[in-house]
């Protein structure tokens, strides 16, 4: 009889903490940027922000390579790349906290690929945002440089 008891103990506490852990987890924001694309309209812009591009946080002194917006089934979805300087750990953290303050809910900085390779997933009423740097090399298409990207998605 003991050992039934404590097997009826252990099941129930096991329930529990699983519970605990779906909650938590159901809990935690997900932000995905995957969006499949068939019949896009894309527009593009060098060196400045495209047209209607969402009011986000910008880090003081980056600059702009190019900007795109696409346009399909009534969403617009926006992607930037900027070029910076300095250190990418203090910049990311910069841009969670700006973010944070212009009412995003945000997940990150996070370590993506390498350990200077950074990202932020943010999302508000109207947007998903996916924030990371990489770097272009001199035998890529357009101008090598440290590169900070964003993906805007529309909800």
């Given amino acids: 009889m003991t050992r039934a008891k ?4 252990f ?14 987890k159901s809990k935690t924001p997900e932000v995905s940027t995957d969006r499949v ?16 591009f969402p009011d986000i946080p910008i880090y003081p002194g980056i600059t702009v390579d190019k900007t795109y917006k696409k346009e399909q089934s009534g969403k617009t979805d926006y992607t930037a790349v900027w070029f910076y300087e300095g250190n990418i750990h203090e ?24 350990e200077d390779d950074l990202e932020i997933n943010a999302e508000n ?27 805007i998605l529309e909800k």
Wanted: proline share 1%; aromatic share 12%.
């Fill in 37 to 52: 694309y068939t019949d896009e309209k894309v527009t593009e812009e060098a060196g400045m922000l495209i047209e209607n």
């Fill in 91 to 114: 910049i990311m953290n910069w841009y969670a906290d700006e973010l944070k303050k212009a009412g995003w809910t945000v997940v990150g900085p996070f370590v993506f690929e390498a």
């Fill in 125 to 151: 009423s109207m947007y998903t945002l996916r924030l990371l740097n990489s770097e272009r090399g001199e035998d890529e298409t357009g101008k090598a440089g440290k590169l900070i990207m964003a993906d």
């Fill in 6 to 9: 404590i097997l009826v103990v």
């Fill in 11 to 24: 099941v129930l506490l096991l329930f529990v903490v699983l519970g605990l852990y779906l909650f938590k």
